[in-house]
């Protein structure tokens, strides 16, 4: 006799034929996780077999076949018209009665401890294998209360198999329809309604860096954040610190989380509903950190357990406080990909930006807007256009192949459209919150995602570059490449390209990208006018308080760097914003000097020492020491820029101490940026007071030389190779190796100038930190020069 219902504890993965990959996983982690902590809602799930003789016994397989037998998918409307009469068939045709009887029989049982709601979800025997997701392919039914309506939803989930986007997604991915079956599994809600949900990745899902969790989360039940329906809170946590015990958040970004699903009724039906959120819980993280670490920590178990990248849904349950694991499949995308080589596309000229929201992948396309607000319109969708959308969600799936870009109004980095466009290798734009608005039918655009977490439309059609380069063996050569990376967002895709660390994190990168307001009306906030601390108060939302927010984001910036990295070293250079563009920081202009040339005024160690910035400097050093000493990512280095005077070296290094970073404590290196001729002509003086020399070939050579960089007027003079700039790179190079300590340099010169870097080669410096764009460019020059 054929074994049509079987509990979920009772499967495991060798029995994805049976229930299906989804079912199977539940099943795995029931009987092999929860003793190591991951907390399953248990349940049963009706059989391949139980769907195979469903279809048998209402004689519809030939039936289905005959019809799909004819079918083009990429006719649309024939598609949606083809099935819709399957579906309807399957929804019309009664349960054979052993299949009645199993379900029946299964349901009373799990009712026997306590009457609840539960889930009704699909899972199919070719879903979640390690290189197909068909994520959302097939239905989930939430909040199904009584045996009628579990029976109904049952027979919903097998129509389902035949969704206009499943018959689409199997055609693409070579599946024959016939070979796949489904398995309907039946499992007790969490009541998220009154809690949170999301889903989390154990690989970061744009570049594919393996050492961090990433965890988005909204208020409610699950499905708007896996629908694209809300814009939800993310987190990225670092695995290996987490396995240490030290604080491992490295990432927060608060969502707008507008709206969250909840059950339509606490004593009857079965239905859910979309309610507003309210503004004070819009404006907090809807898990704190506590949760966030420990859903990380879940995640790295089921991961270590498959032994590979995993796509995890959760829930936290309101009532009881507990996190729960309702779904794990093998992550499909990033895993999938060659590190060997790496894809670059880079924009060639600016436009004028039209709209922003959070990029998908890192790719670029171009193309004409086609607005597309149902269903049954996507037959207007042309290959090459930029599909324009309020929410795309895997019903689309049928025209995402069609376009050049994706761009909607809602979505997060994980709902299930970012995940198919990832598959399709398309680039992709998620909640812009107006782009049907703003954006118009036959408008030209270029859509850039290779920009970092923020993707922008721009105007027009704008020139761009693909490359591609193999990573796999780079010559060696007789120093060190290292990167100058300000933008944390790019951290763990820049980290894939061959290096030796970061040689120059700019922290004004940091502050002008993730704060946005000046120290100082962070740390008067009370002092401000009601507009600016309206302002600031919109920026710090989810933050304890203005100075919290300060220290925080450049702890997350710091840290995000240094664990991209980890173990190579990551040199931060201390805020070195020049009065000017300090004043244009929110709430700046109060507090910073008209100076006539900022660039030789207000800034670097003066800044630091001096009694009017030594609070805000204070807040650098507490986050440096936190990411060092307490996320234990000593990797980080400190550099400080700017040292006019041996006096300045020497105060601001006792400053650094007297703030918790000593010099040789904890293995911290103090670097000092070479940028004024000064630093050279008493390269052994200021070397007293520092571990070695960052070359700053820009000041360096606009102080030899005497002529301002941002003039264009004398721009055509400006040129690190000028024989009296040598000579004073030469003389920093010498005095560092006669005192054995660190000479690098991470100016713009050997970005710009291969020939400067072959130059430094020469003259025996231990590291050239290059711009990202120009490493493999110059690495492979420098590996030819060698062998010739």
Same mark, same amino acid.
């Given at each position: 006799?054929?074994?049509?219902?079987?509990?979920?504890?009772?499967?495991?993965?060798?029995?994805?034929?049976?229930?299906?990959?989804?079912?199977?996983?539940?099943?795995?982690?029931?009987?092999?996780?929860?003793?190591?902590?991951?907390?399953?809602?248990?349940?049963?799930?009706?059989?391949?077999?139980?769907?195979?003789?469903?279809?048998?016994?209402?004689?519809?397989?030939?039936?289905?076949?005959?019809?799909?037998?004819?079918?083009?998918?990429?006719?649309?409307?024939?598609?949606?018209?083809?099935?819709?009469?399957?579906?309807?068939?399957?929804?019309?045709?009664?349960?054979?009665?052993?299949?009645?009887?199993?379900?029946?029989?299964?349901?009373?049982?799990?009712?026997?401890?306590?009457?609840?709601?539960?889930?009704?979800?699909?899972?199919?025997?070719?879903?979640?294998?390690?290189?197909?997701?068909?994520?959302?392919?097939?239905?989930?039914?939430?909040?199904?209360?009584?045996?009628?309506?579990?029976?109904?939803?049952?027979?919903?989930?097998?129509?389902?198999?035949?969704?206009?986007?499943?018959?689409?997604?199997?055609?693409?991915?070579?599946?024959?329809?016939?070979?796949?079956?489904?398995?309907?599994?039946?499992?007790?809600?969490?009541?998220?309604?009154?809690?949170?949900?999301?889903?989390?990745?154990?690989?970061?899902?744009?570049?594919?860096?393996?050492?961090?969790?990433?965890?988005?989360?909204?208020?409610?039940?699950?499905?708007?954040?896996?629908?694209?329906?809300?814009?939800?809170?993310?987190?990225?946590?670092?695995?290996?610190?987490?396995?240490?015990?030290?604080?491992?958040?490295?990432?927060?970004?608060?969502?707008?989380?507008?709206?969250?699903?909840?059950?339509?009724?606490?004593?009857?039906?079965?239905?859910?509903?979309?309610?507003? #959120?309210?503004?004070? +819980?819009?404006?907090?993280?809807?898990?704190? &950190?506590? *949760?966030? !670490?420990?859903?990380? /920590?879940? %995640?790295?178990?089921?991961?270590?357990?498959?032994?590979?990248?995993?796509?995890?849904?959760?829930?936290?349950?309101?009532?009881?406080?507990?996190?729960?694991?309702?779904?794990?499949?093998?992550?499909?995308?990033?895993?999938?990909?060659?590190?060997?080589?790496?894809?670059?596309?880079?924009?060639?000229?600016?436009?004028?930006?039209?709209?922003?929201?959070?990029?998908?992948?890192?790719?670029?396309?171009?193309?004409?807007?086609?607005?597309?607000?149902?269903?049954?319109?996507?037959?207007? #969708?042309?290959?090459? +256009?930029?599909?324009?959308?309020?929410?795309? &969600?895997? *019903?689309? !799936?049928?025209?995402? /192949?069609? %376009?050049?870009?994706?761009?909607?109004?809602?979505?997060?980095?994980?709902?299930?459209?970012?995940?198919?466009?990832?598959?399709?290798?398309?680039?992709?734009?998620?909640?812009?919150?107006?782009?049907?608005?703003?954006?118009?039918?036959?408008?030209?655009?270029?859509?850039?995602?290779?920009?970092?977490?923020?993707?922008?439309?721009?105007?027009?059609?704008?020139?761009?570059?693909?490359?591609?380069?193999?990573?796999?063996?780079?010559?060696?050569?007789?120093?060190?490449?290292?990167?100058? #990376?300000?933008?944390? +967002?790019?951290?763990?895709?820049?980290?894939?390209?061959?290096?030796?660390?970061?040689?120059?994190?700019?922290?004004?990168?940091?502050?002008?990208?993730?704060?946005?307001?000046?120290?100082?009306?962070?740390?008067?906030?009370?002092?401000?006018?009601?507009?600016?601390?309206?302002?600031?108060?919109?920026?710090?939302?989810?933050?304890?308080?203005?100075?919290?927010?300060?220290?925080?984001?450049?702890?997350?910036?710091?840290?995000?760097?240094?664990?991209?990295?980890?173990?190579?070293?990551?040199?931060?250079?201390?805020?070195?914003?020049?009065?000017?563009?300090?004043?244009?920081?929110?709430?700046?202009?109060?507090?910073?000097?008209?100076?006539?040339?900022?660039?030789?005024?207000?800034?670097?160690?003066?800044?630091?020492?001096?009694?009017?910035?030594?609070?805000?400097?204070?807040?650098?050093?507490?986050?440096?020491?936190?990411?060092?000493?307490?996320?234990?990512?000593?990797?980080?280095?400190?550099?400080?820029?700017?040292?006019?005077?041996?006096?300045?070296?020497?105060?601001?290094?006792?400053?650094?101490?007297?703030?918790?970073?000593?010099?040789?404590?904890?293995?911290?290196?103090?670097?000092?940026?070479?940028?004024?001729?000064?630093?050279?002509?008493?390269?052994?003086?200021?070397?007293?007071?520092?571990?070695?020399?960052?070359?700053?070939?820009?000041?360096?050579?606009?102080?030899?030389?005497?002529?301002?960089?941002?003039?264009?007027?004398?721009?055509?003079?400006?040129?690190?190779?000028?024989?009296?700039?040598?000579?004073?790179?030469?003389?920093?190079?010498?005095?560092?190796?006669?005192?054995?300590?660190?000479?690098?340099?991470?100016?713009?010169?050997?970005?710009?100038?291969?020939?400067?870097?072959?130059?430094?080669?020469?003259?025996?410096?231990?590291?050239?930190?290059?711009?990202?764009?120009?490493?493999?460019?110059?690495?492979?020059?420098?590996?030819?020069?060698?062998?010739?």
């Amino acid at each position: 006799m054929q074994t049509y219902v079987i509990r979920l504890e009772q499967t495991g993965m060798q029995d994805v034929d049976k229930v299906g990959g989804k079912n199977a996983s539940l099943g795995e982690m029931i009987h092999q996780l929860t003793d190591a902590g991951v907390r399953v809602p248990g349940g049963f799930a009706t059989t391949a077999d139980a769907y195979r003789d469903f279809l048998s016994f209402n004689q519809l397989t030939e039936k289905i076949a005959n019809l799909l037998d004819s079918l083009d998918t990429n006719d649309t409307r024939a598609l949606a018209e083809t099935g819709r009469t399957i579906r309807q068939w399957i929804v019309d045709a009664p349960f054979q009665p052993a299949l009645e009887e199993a379900i029946d029989s299964a349901y009373a049982e799990m009712m026997q401890a306590r009457e609840c709601a539960v889930a009704v979800r699909s899972s199919a025997t070719a879903e979640d294998l390690p290189d197909a997701s068909f994520a959302g392919q097939q239905e989930t039914f939430l909040n199904v209360r009584g045996l009628t309506q579990v029976k109904r939803s049952i027979k919903d989930v097998f129509a389902s198999l035949y969704n206009d986007r499943a018959i689409s997604y199997r055609v693409h991915r070579g599946f024959v329809h016939s070979e796949v079956a489904l398995s309907a599994g039946v499992q007790r809600m969490v009541r998220s309604e009154t809690g949170a949900s999301g889903v989390m990745f154990t690989i970061d899902t744009e570049s594919g860096f393996p050492h961090v969790v990433f965890i988005t989360a909204a208020y409610g039940l699950g499905e708007t954040v896996v629908q694209g329906a809300v814009n939800p809170d993310e987190f990225y946590v670092y695995k290996p610190t987490l396995k240490l015990g030290a604080p491992a958040i490295l990432r927060r970004t608060l969502g707008t989380k507008a709206i969250k699903m909840v059950y339509a009724s606490e004593d009857g039906g079965s239905a859910v509903e979309t309610v507003d #959120v309210s503004r004070e +819980d819009r404006n907090q993280f809807c898990i704190n &950190d506590a *949760d966030v !670490e420990a859903l990380a /920590k879940i %995640a790295v178990i089921i991961e270590n357990h498959y032994g590979r990248p995993m796509d995890i849904e959760w829930a936290k349950d309101g009532d009881d406080g507990q996190l729960y694991i309702v779904q794990a499949r093998p992550e499909t995308v990033k895993s999938q990909n060659s590190q060997a080589v790496i894809e670059r596309y880079l924009l060639k000229e600016k436009g004028k930006v039209l709209i922003e929201g959070r990029s998908i992948g890192h790719r670029i396309g171009s193309g004409q807007v086609r607005i597309v607000y149902h269903l049954d319109q996507m037959h207007e #969708v042309q290959p090459g +256009d930029v599909l324009v959308t309020d929410m795309t &969600d895997p *019903d689309w !799936e049928p025209v995402m /192949k069609r %376009a050049a870009a994706i761009v909607t109004n809602r979505g997060g980095r994980t709902c299930h459209a970012a995940i198919i466009a990832r598959e399709l290798g398309i680039p992709a734009i998620v909640g812009c919150g107006d782009a049907t608005e703003r954006l118009h039918n036959d408008q030209w655009v270029t859509v850039s995602c290779a920009e970092g977490d923020t993707g922008r439309a721009y105007e027009g059609r704008l020139a761009f570059e693909h490359q591609t380069n193999s990573v796999e063996s780079m010559p060696a050569l007789p120093f060190s490449i290292m990167m100058n #990376v300000g933008n944390p +967002d790019r951290a763990f895709d820049f980290q894939s390209l061959p290096n030796a660390g970061v040689g120059l994190a700019r922290l004004e990168f940091i502050i002008n990208r993730m704060i946005g307001v000046h120290p100082k009306a962070l740390l008067n906030f009370d002092q401000q006018s009601r507009d600016t601390r309206q302002i600031i108060s919109r920026r710090i939302a989810g933050y304890a308080s203005p100075v919290d927010f300060y220290v925080d984001k450049l702890v997350e910036g710091i840290s995000t760097l240094a664990a991209a990295f980890y173990p190579r070293k990551v040199i931060v250079r201390m805020s070195d914003f020049k009065s000017n563009e300090y004043g244009h920081l929110i709430g700046g202009d109060r507090y910073e000097p008209a100076e006539e040339n900022p660039m030789l005024g207000f800034r670097g160690a003066a800044r630091y020492i001096s009694e009017s910035f030594q609070d805000c400097f204070e807040l650098e050093c507490r986050a440096l020491k936190r990411v060092r000493d307490e996320m234990k990512l000593t990797n980080v280095e400190i550099m400080v820029p700017f040292v006019r005077t041996v006096g300045e070296a020497r105060h601001v290094v006792e400053l650094l101490a007297e703030n918790g970073l000593k010099r040789g404590e904890n293995d911290l290196r103090v670097i000092m940026m070479c940028e004024i001729p000064s630093n050279a002509l008493l390269a052994d003086q200021f070397l007293e007071y520092f571990d070695g020399f960052s070359i700053g070939s820009n000041d360096l050579t606009q102080l030899t030389l005497g002529l301002d960089r941002d003039s264009g007027i004398v721009a055509h003079l400006f040129d690190e190779r000028n024989e009296a700039v040598k000579i004073l790179l030469e003389m920093a190079i010498n005095a560092c190796h006669k005192a054995n300590k660190y000479i690098g340099i991470c100016g713009q010169g050997p970005s710009d100038h291969p020939d400067l870097a072959r130059w430094l080669m020469e003259k025996g410096i231990d590291s050239v930190s290059l711009n990202p764009d120009s490493v493999l460019d110059t690495w492979f020059f420098l590996a030819n020069e060698e062998k010739s």
